[in-house]
């Protein structure tokens, strides 16, 4: 085969490959383009997740097309349950099964697994966690014949699950070692009000502590703190953060830090082996898993992928909580940044301002009405790069 004729090859198809496939297309109507799922390869939105359960919807109700709709859409060939299980990147071929499969450029977009705390206990085996349509699926079952739910983890996915999980009927408790819910993101009287507000609408918190146990009791599971404190509940829902998934890279000697490492092309240190979405490290340790700087990566790669050099730059991009209870936008300043958090107004509705030594604004959360502002402090706040 001579290189013209070899595809395009994107090794995923979430909202990372699926947007790459989108932005190429835009530049490149002829080149083939092969893209390689190791799930069913539907397309969804999947913040969707976290707010579907109270809407009835179920995991196919999520869909927005097939595998072959969506291939049709982009223009590509998808090829669901395909799992590319080694890369070899000198010869530039990838092996699918039986098959071993050459690319002309290749696209890393293999998202994330969601980490497992390895807690003690019989019951570990039927913790939950959601970070696909399929794990939704399992989920969704579990909670259906549920009364309680209990969620290990108040970041961004835990709250938005305990508020939608609480709105349709069932019981909540969340637990989390920190002081207050998305205590990495937000100052304390905001992650108070937020608390305040879920706490109203029938969560139960469990804050500062940590789970000792999972121990089976029947069909239910019995939940023991490091304090002693111990419950039955139906469902353990896991929402402990994201792993990205950097195996394929990582045993093809291609850099890896806190994910696959790329540079401002989104190359990878191996050739025409390009990054993005939840699985790539974008500068210094800089992991982004959120929708916003995938949209902004695959634009750059696309030009990369025909040939442009572009180099990537990202504006802030504040994202907003699905946290109905108490409407939650956060904009976190940079890890390490010197400031502090000036908090004004009344709850629920805050405005908070993390300033540094020069009152110069570096990181925001918008609580209740304040959340109006959002587009004035994306232009008042500093680019993410
Ligand atoms: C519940 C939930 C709510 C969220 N809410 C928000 C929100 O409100 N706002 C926001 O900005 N972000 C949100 N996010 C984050 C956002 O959805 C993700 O950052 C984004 O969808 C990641 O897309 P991705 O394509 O990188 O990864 P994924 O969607 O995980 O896609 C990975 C793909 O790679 C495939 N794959 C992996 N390994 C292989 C292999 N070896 N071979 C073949 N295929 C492979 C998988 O099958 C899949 O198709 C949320 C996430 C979750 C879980």
């Not at 029938?202 to 490091?226: D, F, I, K, P, Y």
């Not at 993005?276 to 929708?291: F, H, R, S």
């Amino acid at each position: 085969m001579s290189t013209a004729s070899k595809p395009v090859i994107i090794i995923g198809t979430g909202q990372a490959g699926t947007s790459v496939a989108r932005e190429f297309r835009k530049l490149d109507s002829d080149t083939p383009v092969l893209m390689l799922s190791s799930d069913d390869g539907a397309g969804y939105y999947k913040p969707n997740l976290s707010k579907a359960y109270a809407t009835g919807k179920d995991a196919d109700g999520l869909i927005t097309a097939d595998a072959a709709k969506l291939a049709e859409q982009l223009g590509v060939e998808i090829r669901p349950h395909a799992m590319a299980a080694f890369l070899n990147p000198q010869e530039k071929t990838l092996r699918v099964g039986a098959e071993t499969l050459e690319y002309s450029q290749l696209v890393l977009a293999t998202g994330a697994y969601c980490k497992r705390i390895p807690f003690e206990g019989d019951a570990v085996q039927r913790l939950q966690s959601v970070n696909n349509r399929l794990d939704y699926s399992r989920f969704r079952a579990a909670a259906d014949n549920a009364r309680h739910v209990t969620t290990i983890g108040a970041g961004l996915i835990g709250c938005e699950f305990a508020n939608d999980l609480v709105s349709a009927g069932k019981q909540v408790t969340v637990i989390d070692l920190l002081s207050w819910p998305l205590g990495r993101l937000l100052p304390q009287q905001a992650g108070e009000a937020l608390q305040a507000g879920l706490a109203e609408l029938g969560v139960r918190w469990r804050l500062q502590q940590s789970v000792q146990s999972l121990t089976t009791h029947g069909e239910q599971t019995s939940v023991t703190l490091a304090d002693g404190e111990q419950w039955d509940t139906d469902v353990v829902l896991s929402a402990v953060g994201l792993q990205p998934a950097t195996d394929l890279a990582r045993a093809a000697g291609i850099d890896i830090g806190n994910g696959i490492v790329v540079n401002a092309q989104l190359l990878t240190s191996a050739a025409d082996v390009y990054a993005l979405g939840d699985c790539a490290e974008l500068g210094a340790g800089l992991v982004l898993p959120y929708i916003a700087p995938i949209l902004h990566c695959a634009k750059v790669i696309a030009k990369g992928l025909v040939g442009e050099v572009a180099s990537l730059s990202l504006p802030a991009m504040p994202v907003v909580v699905k946290t109905p209870a108490c409407p939650t936008i956060i904009s976190p300043p940079p890890v390490g940044a010197i400031g502090e958090w000036r908090v004004s107004g009344e709850a629920p509705d805050l405005e908070c301002r993390f300033e540094g030594t020069n009152n110069e604004l570096l990181g925001c959360a918008l609580l209740g009405e304040v959340g109006k502002q959002r587009m004035a402090y994306q232009r008042e706040l500093p680019p993410v790069m």
